[in-house]
């Protein structure tokens, strides 16, 4: 199983709102990642949490806040966002593999939209 | 950030063509991935390549990891119109806590029934 789900699948909200993305996983993965996605572009990572605890911070604005609360759970707050952070939030996570390397799988993304 | 250079931008083909995409890097990588992407999901990995020479299949597909650690190619034979969608490479350098992929600009792939 290589599952990795997220909630909600579509969210709008206002620039004054507050909502969180949720992501879990039940395969054991040690690190857990989250993108945001422009339409026909690639993923651009985000945030990343190494046995739940942040590791990489991509320069991200604060009005977007990481937590991990366990090793199976990843949420992404958002507080006072704009327009231009509508696109596909996207989750991951990985294992490193015993004979070496990473996969990362991804979770079906939430669309948000912001108006 | 830097990217991998996947071109063209879009590739168009008949149903039951064979078709063949590159990835290539001026960096070495350690694993290369390739994922496919429908509209409003999110990336599914279709083929993980972890050793330089190493070719590996999945169904209808295969992949490669080049000898020098700086390219992969995908083939993609008999096409069909489930195919459509948008292919992304993607390279890692680091495992563990750096752990971080670095994407291609992905391909666009239709196919003509």
């Known amino acids: 199983d290589t599952e990795v789900t997220q909630t909600p699948k579509h969210l709008v909200m206002g620039m004054t709102n507050k909502k969180s993305l949720k992501c879990e996983q039940h395969?054991?993965?040690?690190?857990m990642y989250w993108y945001k996605q422009k339409a026909k572009k690639p993923p651009e990572l985000m945030f990343v949490?190494?046995?739940?605890?942040?590791?990489i911070n991509e320069s991200v604005p604060s009005r977007f806040s990481p937590e991990c609360p366990n090793s199976s759970l990843l949420n992404l707050h958002l507080h006072a966002l704009q327009p231009e952070d509508s696109a596909l939030y996207l989750c991951a996570s990985s294992q490193v593999r015993t004979s070496g390397g990473e996969t990362q799988y991804f979770g079906p993304g939430t669309r948000l939209l912001v108006l | 950030g830097q990217q991998l250079n996947q071109s063209p931008q879009s590739m168009f083909i008949q149903e039951g063509e064979d078709v063949s995409m590159n990835c290539t890097s001026s960096s070495i990588f350690n694993t290369w991935l390739w994922y496919k992407q429908d509209p409003g999901e999110g990336p599914v990995l279709l083929i993980a390549l972890y050793k330089a020479g190493e070719l590996t299949s999945n169904g209808r597909l295969t992949a490669q990891f080049g000898i020098t650690r700086k390219d992969s190619f995908l083939n993609i034979s008999a096409s069909i119109p489930s195919d459509v969608g948008i292919y992304f490479c993607a390279g890692q350098r680091h495992t563990g806590a750096n752990s971080k992929l670095t994407f291609g600009k992905g391909i666009t792939l239709s196919v003509r029934p």
């Open positions: 395969m054991g993965h040690r690190a």
């Open positions: 949490y190494s046995y739940e605890k942040l590791s």
